[in-house]
């Protein structure tokens, strides 16, 4: 078998956890490369990583994969609890914890159920049947006539056997085969049901649910002081005074690195405040100017690389459009900033975080502090929703300095709201140039260019470390380099290569390589701005042609399962070919196949246009999804349409202030999102597929609602905006 | 000092600074978890408290200034066994994502209950405008606000 091949070049930080873990593939005799296993077994390869059986017959359940808000980790259990064939209560789940589970690297990319959930499907069936041949030896009988239900092995002749009863035997330290059967689908009993969430009940009730609630005996508290622009240097500070203060415990200075820790947590806060009064500081970088940023990005140096060709001759008289796009800054805006617990204790580190990575955080806390992986432990333990990398892995790196000032007492270390506001990286301002050429209702010409920083600048890369604070340290550590990512997973080229079948298309990424603002993975990386471009230029190219948006698309789309989530959108809709706006009201479609390999989505947004504010409104919203075998549609349904809202905040509202001098996005007034009077109503079709994969939809909605609701401004007015976001001075300035 | 406060109908003592913001005291003397910093800013409603039955930002009360007054969090409302029918419609209409909001959006929805037992959905949209949601669970918020009110939420 072909071991998976990953050159440096292609190394990315959403797949830095399986490179990472290549080095616990065991070894195997003769030299040969270890049999292909589906899914995260691939990485982690025994089924005792994922699996055991108590002797109370309950069920305990390893994943490398964590909960974010997404819902995961409920899917996850009902998946092993389908096929161990054991009620949902009896399973317990263990997430995100280098001492104890698997290393699936980076909870990223709608890739969870893919990765996580295949290892569990394969693994549970394989444990299913050797508990089956186990329990046969036992009761006498074959194993072919023996039944389970509810944990426990029936004979024909009534006798049985509970899971509980065989683990003496068990024996689950051995390397997963894959070669039991899954149940099939139809006989599916806990998959594919709204199982409600697991964590939902104690996080309604004041149950501790997040890393913010955990209180170790001793704790103390812990803050961070930033310096006032990217780079600059810490000159001076007055430490005495601060020291003086009530309850502080420590101030922690390395290089630029400055934090406090104090006995209680308003201490702390006030100690933090007393630092920055009087800190000094000098140099940094000058952010681009504002006015001129998407010129001034596209001017820096830049990797490009034609990632999509398909030739073909041009029509002679053909009709040319060309157009560009622009993405802002978007920030992940977390409801709450970002928390840590550390404690550092006999030489050994632990830290608490909420971490979309505990193995490629740990390894990287590691580089940055000296240490060693062995005697550092990361656990997973919820944060609000992050929505890609926010500064999390950050926090956790801080709380690890704090920690070794006040050796023996775990510190929790809460980022203030500017903190995470200004210094956590954000989605890329990004620039797509479009050229499409129409003859006879086609499409016969596409070139489709997208300049963007990186999209990957998580923990885990191995030329750099990618954690903020110990790039302040005296011995001041350095990020790793912008990377090209493979398609079709992309990075800001993910979704960049249009579905719609073209006879003759290019695509080229070009890689942004400097990083005049701190960017990473922000939901979707690429795709909604690349989404947002394609599906507002397929219009354009629709308005050109004199024919229908829904019709258009279809006439490019052969694949039945393209067409069915478009079809069922329009026909929720009741959407009519033709349609017209009237200047205030209006309905426009997007649609995309995220990644071009996961969920198929269609969104169809209903527009209200204040024309003299330059208010646009989005009463209402409809989307179709097919994401495969639906395994929790509920949790399906709340993903999809948490994304479309999501998005639509980013698409009306949302962009990071800055001036030459430094980020002006410090808390919610100056970093709006869209708030309760003015969500639409929203309208999910969901199309099971039972028989087929199950595929990553958890960022699917996000693409084909920026462009729903561009396209139907633009069908609401005969007006076109094509920089997001649609502020009131664009909608203004658009109907001028 | 010791300062005394009654919070979910219990008389509590602590060892604060009157200027504390309620919120600390509520999370780290009392070890009470609903009410949860999100901005220390009062913009985003993540640390609303009733105090007195009336919703207010906990992130910027100082506990000095409610001495005497009773103090309810989202424990005081119900428990996991016997929740409080605004809790029970959050959990039954699955009104969360990450969930970090919902304490905030829950007692401002208690409030809002307590004015106006049979909000129409505008009332509800109205009442919660100054809490965030950052996961896009609006919606299911929404909904589980009106369940709650027709099965007479009020405390």
């Not at chain 1, 157009?323 to 617990?341: G, M």
């Not at chain 1, 426009?588 to 990644?595: E, N, P, V, W």
């Not at chain 2, 005081?76 to 029970?88: A, E, F, I, R, V």
Request: with cysteine; hydrophobic share 40%.
């Amino acid at each position: 078998m072909d071991a998976p091949r990953l050159t440096r070049r292609d190394f990315t930080a959403a797949l830095g956890g399986i490179v990472l873990s290549f080095s616990l593939v065991p070894k195997v005799v003769f030299g040969q490369d270890p049999a292909r296993l589906p899914g995260s077994l691939q990485t982690n390869r025994t089924l005792d990583a994922w699996l055991r059986i108590n002797a109370d017959g309950s069920v305990t359940v390893f994943t490398g994969k964590v909960e974010l808000g997404q819902g995961i980790v409920t899917a996850l259990a009902q998946i092993a609890a389908e096929e161990l064939e054991v009620p949902l209560s009896r399973v317990t789940m263990i997430s995100g914890d280098t001492g104890r589970t698997p290393n699936e690297g980076q909870t990223a990319g709608s890739q969870s159920i893919e990765q996580s959930g295949t290892a569990l499907r394969m693994a549970g069936a394989e444990v299913r049947a050797l508990l089956i041949d186990l329990a046969a030896k036992k009761l006498g009988a074959a194993a072919d006539t023996l039944k389970v239900t509810d944990g426990v092995i029936n004979a024909p002749d009534g006798r049985k056997v509970g899971y509980g009863e065989l683990t003496a035997e068990a024996d689950l330290k051995r390397e997963a085969t894959a070669k039991a059967r899954p149940k099939p689908a139809a006989q599916h009993k806990i998959v594919g049901k709204s199982a409600p969430r697991i964590d939902i009940p104690a996080k309604m009730t004041g149950g501790a649910a997040f890393v913010q609630d955990l209180r170790l005996p001793g704790m103390v508290h812990g803050r961070v002081v930033r310096p006032p622009r990217y780079g600059a240097r810490l000159d001076s500070f007055d430490e005495a005074r601060v020291k003086a203060m009530p309850g502080v415990i420590a101030v922690v200075r390395d290089g630029s690195f400055l934090g406090v820790v104090a006995r209680r947590e308003e201490q702390a806060i006030n100690a933090r405040l007393v630092l920055i009064e009087f800190a000094k500081w000098s140099g940094g970088s000058e952010l681009p100017d504002p006015a001129k940023m998407y010129e001034q990005l596209m001017s820096l140096r830049s990797e490009d690389r034609v990632i999509g060709e398909k030739d073909a001759p041009v029509p002679v008289g053909a009709k040319v459009l060309e157009a560009t796009y622009h993405r802002p800054y978007q920030a992940h805006a977390a409801i709450a900033p970002s928390c840590a617990v550390a404690e550092l204790k006999d030489g050994k580190l632990t830290v608490w975080t909420h971490s979309q990575g505990v193995f490629p955080l740990r390894a990287t806390i590691a580089r940055a502090l000296g240490l060693q992986p062995r005697d550092i432990r990361c656990i997973h333990a919820e944060g609000p929703g992050c929505y890609g990398h926010n500064g999390a892995d950050d926090a956790a790196f801080d709380a690890a300095m704090l920690a070794r000032a006040v050796n023996g007492r775990p510190v929790r270390l809460q980022w203030m709201r500017d903190d995470e506001f200004k210094w956590e990286p954000y989605g890329p301002a990004m620039t797509m140039k479009v050229k499409g050429a129409v003859a006879g209702g086609r499409v016969v010409g596409w070139t489709f260019d997208v300049w963007s920083q990186s999209h990957n600048m998580r923990p885990g890369d191995p030329d750099g470390i990618n954690l903020m604070g110990s790039w302040y340290l005296a011995d001041a550590k350095r990020p790793g380099p912008a990377r090209h990512a493979a398609q079709p997973n992309g990075a800001g080229d993910r979704n960049a290569i249009t579905l719609y079948d073209f006879p003759r298309q290019r695509t080229t990424h070009h890689l942004i390589m400097e990083n005049p603002v701190r960017t990473s993975a922000l939901r979707t990386l690429g795709a909604y701005a690349n989404v947002f471009a394609i599906e507002s230029f397929m219009d354009e190219l629709a308005a050109a042609a004199g024919i229908d948006p829904v019709a258009f698309r279809l006439a490019h789309i052969k694949d039945e399962r393209e067409r069915a989530v478009i079809e069922a959108v329009a026909k929720a809709a009741a959407w009519k070919p033709g349609e017209k706006g009237d200047g205030r009201r209006g309905r426009g479609i997007g649609y995309a196949r995220y990644k071009t390999v996961a969920t198929y989505i269609a969104v169809i947004a209903e527009v209200e246009v204040n024309r003299t504010a330059g208010i646009v409104k989005v009463p209402r919203i409809w989307t179709s999804a097919d994401a495969g075998q639906i395994i929790n549609p509920d949790g399906l349904t709340n993903q999809i349409e948490g994304g479309v809202i999501q998005s639509m905040s980013w698409t009306l509202h949302e962009h990071v202030r800055f001036d030459r001098n430094g980020i002006l996005s410090e808390d919610w007034m100056n970093y709006p999102i869209l708030t309760m009077p003015d969500v639409p109503k929203v309208e999910t079709v969901l199309i099971n597929r039972p028989n087929e994969r199950a595929l990553g939809a958890g960022e699917a909605a996000q693409g084909p609602t920026a462009a729903a609701i561009a396209n139907a401004f633009a069908a609401a007015t005969g007006r076109r905006i094509r920089e997001l976001p649609l502020t009131p001075e664009r909608v203004k300035a658009a109907l001028a | 000092m010791a300062i005394s406060l009654k919070v979910n109908g219990a008389t509590r003592s602590v060892d604060a600074e009157p200027d504390t913001p309620l919120l600390y005291v509520l999370r780290n003397d009392l070890e009470l978890n609903g009410a949860k910093y999100g901005c220390g800013l009062t913009q985003c409603g993540a640390c609303t408290v009733l105090v007195n039955g009336a919703a207010r930002r906990s992130c910027v009360t100082p506990v000095g200034s409610i001495e005497g007054n009773e103090v309810t969090t989202l424990e005081g409302l119900g428990t996991l066994d016997k929740p409080h029918p605004l809790q029970k419609a959050f959990i039954d209409e699955q009104a969360a994502q990450c969930g970090y909001c919902a304490s905030g959006m829950i007692m401002a929805a208690a409030d809002l209950l307590n004015r106006n037992p049979q909000p129409q959905e505008a009332d509800v949209r109205a009442a919660l405008a100054d809490n965030l949601c950052r996961c896009g669970t609006h919606n299911r918020i929404i909904r589980a606000v009106l369940r709650a009110a027709r099965q007479n939420g009020r405390i």
